[in-house]
């Protein structure tokens, strides 16, 4: 099959430029190439379409063509849109209409062979994917990555700030945007049945798609690179990752303490990922400190515990509640706290902490899908995770567990799944079995190809099969971006505020 990858935010370089420096180069991306990848393998035809841009500040995106040495049958292909200059995702919209997919139509009529079915990826992509559809008729699935409703619910928007937050975020085109890809996709993909349930759901969508209706949705989750995670994988920096560790160790932790288990922890210092639970679970659990020291893992900052470092506002304010619960609880010595950069050197960490029997705590509020618990348990390690999102469906089916679930609210019920697996060697043994098992047989990027490829198939050979009853006409602005068809904040207010209807 031909098959193309709408996403014209962010952009794609053989070197992965930006990738986590900026808010539009993180998991979309990595998930798109391993996607794309996977497929090249198989021997698909694959073109990834992102956004040209001539920008001295961005030169590795100048090309109209790219691709990854040693992959077969995946081109990187840029098209113009707008101005020169790199723009966020949120001032993309007009470029797209007016540019970017006459570009693309463009492209392939000179080529002469068109994809069979695009996949499309975010509002914007899948926005192009409504428009080329309604020009030249390929089918395209819609995959929302991250939806406008819960990024506005995140950001607690009230009618009183609406204005401000549209401006900026440009929430009204998004909306009606997103509204549009669900409606006319040929099928929308979510990573888990709660993403479809709790995301599709939101009023503001309501009319757009319908979340009881099958034909319109199918889950097909991401995957693990084994390249890096899998247990028997070796990094490049293997053996510097693991001097680096131990010296850390050797900082942070009192010297007959050195040689224990571990409880890796390894995100965001973000409120979210709830950090200080698990420090206080640790606190509160003697069993736990007798049997391990609690690690973090900490992205840029080294020695977060003692500085700040270039940790931002919210890091610094999660980093103070740590450092208040260590002191109180007189915690030194049996906590280390570091920085690793980079999938490789995390990888080759667990590897490391997983041969003296440690384990991985993810104890996050909430986790949409959970890809970190499941790439530390590729590398050996069992987790405890937060039952709440993508991890009681990855980790659990029916009473098989392939990890420990626990409510992140209650730092007992941490304390408990953390002892779980810390005082019983056989339990470690089992979790660590059947947690990486679980990952070979559902998680991995070939899985998600496949999973795609089939529904691919079945669109190309009827496209009408899975599509709603009723589509939703095409906004006139995203006919002819002027600022007089612009959606306007009565239609925003009556999408997102709407209530009851
Ligand atoms: O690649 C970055 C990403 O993962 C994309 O899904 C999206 O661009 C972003 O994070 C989240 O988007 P937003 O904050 O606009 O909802």
Same mark, same amino acid.
């Given at each position: 099959m031909h098959i193309g990858f709408l996403n014209p935010q962010g952009n794609f370089d053989p070197a992965d430029s930006y990738w986590t420096e900026? @808010?539009?180069?993180?998991g979309q991306l990595v998930y798109v190439k391993s996607v794309a990848m996977a497929m090249g393998e198989m021997g698909h035809s694959v073109d990834i379409l992102t956004r040209q841009i001539q920008d001295p500040e961005w030169p %590795?995106?100048?090309?109209r063509f790219d691709s990854y040495p040693g992959v077969p049958n995946v081109r990187i292909v840029r098209f113009p849109a707008g101005p020169d200059a790199f723009l966020r995702k949120e001032l993309l919209w007009p470029h797209l209409v007016q540019d970017w997919v006459p570009n693309v139509i463009a492209f392939y009529a000179n080529e002469g062979g068109r994809p069979d079915a695009f996949t499309t990826h975010y509002g914007d992509g899948g926005l192009c994917g409504v428009l080329i559809e309604e020009d030249v008729g390929i089918p395209f699935t819609f995959t929302g990555h991250s939806l406008g409703a819960q990024k506005m619910d995140k950001l607690n928007v009230r009618p009183d700030d609406l204005e401000e937050m549209d401006d900026h975020f440009h929430f009204g085109r998004r909306l009606v945007a997103e509204r549009l890809s669900m409606n006319r996709s040929a099928v929308n993909v979510t990573s888990t049945r709660q993403e479809r349930f709790e995301q599709y759901s939101h009023r503001a969508y309501r009319g757009a798609v319908d979340v009881e209706d099958d034909r319109r949705f199918v889950v097909i989750p991401p995957g693990v690179n084994l390249d890096i995670f899998g247990a028997d994988a070796r990094a490049e920096n293997e053996t510097v990752t693991r001097e680096r560790v131990r010296d850390r160790l050797e900082r942070d932790l009192d010297e007959g303490r050195r040689g224990l288990p571990a409880v890796v922890a390894s995100s965001r210092l973000d409120p979210k990922k709830n950090h200080v639970g698990l420090v206080r679970a640790f606190a509160r659990s003697e069993e736990v400190q007798e049997r391990a020291n609690l690690v973090l893992i900490t992205g840029a900052l080294d020695d977060p515990l003692r500085e700040d470092g270039s940790a931002g506002g919210t890091e610094q304010e999660v980093l103070a509640e740590i450092r208040e619960v260590v002191e109180k609880r007189d915690l030194e010595g049996k906590i280390s706290a570091f920085g690793l950069q980079g999938q490789p050197a995390l990888a080759a960490a667990y590897r490391f902490l997983a041969e003296r029997g440690s384990i991985f705590a993810l104890t996050a509020h909430y986790e949409p899908f959970g890809l970190a618990p499941l790439e530390a348990v590729a590398a050996g390690l069992p987790v405890v995770v937060t039952q709440n999102g993508g991890p009681s469906e990855s980790l659990r089916e029916g009473d098989t567990e392939y990890g420990v679930l626990v409510d992140p609210a209650d730092p007992d019920d941490i304390a408990k799944g953390l002892e779980r697996l810390l005082s019983d060697e056989e339990a470690w043994e089992e979790f660590a079995r059947r947690g990486r098992q679980r990952v070979l047989d559902r998680y991995t990027w070939d899985r998600t190809a496949q999973s795609y490829l089939e529904v691919l198939r079945e669109i190309v050979v =009827? @496209? %009408? =099969? #899975? #599509? @709603?009853e009723k589509l939703l006409p095409i906004h006139p602005y995203f006919r002819d971006p002027e600022p007089e068809n612009d959606v306007t904040l009565d239609e925003l207010s009556e999408l997102y505020f709407r209530s009851g209807r």
């Amino acid at each position: 099959m031909h098959i193309g990858f709408l996403n014209p935010q962010g952009n794609f370089d053989p070197a992965d430029s930006y990738w986590t420096e900026h @808010p539009d180069f993180g998991g979309q991306l990595v998930y798109v190439k391993s996607v794309a990848m996977a497929m090249g393998e198989m021997g698909h035809s694959v073109d990834i379409l992102t956004r040209q841009i001539q920008d001295p500040e961005w030169p %590795e995106f100048s090309q109209r063509f790219d691709s990854y040495p040693g992959v077969p049958n995946v081109r990187i292909v840029r098209f113009p849109a707008g101005p020169d200059a790199f723009l966020r995702k949120e001032l993309l919209w007009p470029h797209l209409v007016q540019d970017w997919v006459p570009n693309v139509i463009a492209f392939y009529a000179n080529e002469g062979g068109r994809p069979d079915a695009f996949t499309t990826h975010y509002g914007d992509g899948g926005l192009c994917g409504v428009l080329i559809e309604e020009d030249v008729g390929i089918p395209f699935t819609f995959t929302g990555h991250s939806l406008g409703a819960q990024k506005m619910d995140k950001l607690n928007v009230r009618p009183d700030d609406l204005e401000e937050m549209d401006d900026h975020f440009h929430f009204g085109r998004r909306l009606v945007a997103e509204r549009l890809s669900m409606n006319r996709s040929a099928v929308n993909v979510t990573s888990t049945r709660q993403e479809r349930f709790e995301q599709y759901s939101h009023r503001a969508y309501r009319g757009a798609v319908d979340v009881e209706d099958d034909r319109r949705f199918v889950v097909i989750p991401p995957g693990v690179n084994l390249d890096i995670f899998g247990a028997d994988a070796r990094a490049e920096n293997e053996t510097v990752t693991r001097e680096r560790v131990r010296d850390r160790l050797e900082r942070d932790l009192d010297e007959g303490r050195r040689g224990l288990p571990a409880v890796v922890a390894s995100s965001r210092l973000d409120p979210k990922k709830n950090h200080v639970g698990l420090v206080r679970a640790f606190a509160r659990s003697e069993e736990v400190q007798e049997r391990a020291n609690l690690v973090l893992i900490t992205g840029a900052l080294d020695d977060p515990l003692r500085e700040d470092g270039s940790a931002g506002g919210t890091e610094q304010e999660v980093l103070a509640e740590i450092r208040e619960v260590v002191e109180k609880r007189d915690l030194e010595g049996k906590i280390s706290a570091f920085g690793l950069q980079g999938q490789p050197a995390l990888a080759a960490a667990y590897r490391f902490l997983a041969e003296r029997g440690s384990i991985f705590a993810l104890t996050a509020h909430y986790e949409p899908f959970g890809l970190a618990p499941l790439e530390a348990v590729a590398a050996g390690l069992p987790v405890v995770v937060t039952q709440n999102g993508g991890p009681s469906e990855s980790l659990r089916e029916g009473d098989t567990e392939y990890g420990v679930l626990v409510d992140p609210a209650d730092p007992d019920d941490i304390a408990k799944g953390l002892e779980r697996l810390l005082s019983d060697e056989e339990a470690w043994e089992e979790f660590a079995r059947r947690g990486r098992q679980r990952v070979l047989d559902r998680y991995t990027w070939d899985r998600t190809a496949q999973s795609y490829l089939e529904v691919l198939r079945e669109i190309v050979v =009827a @496209p %009408e =099969a #899975r #599509r @709603p009853e009723k589509l939703l006409p095409i906004h006139p602005y995203f006919r002819d971006p002027e600022p007089e068809n612009d959606v306007t904040l009565d239609e925003l207010s009556e999408l997102y505020f709407r209530s009851g209807r």
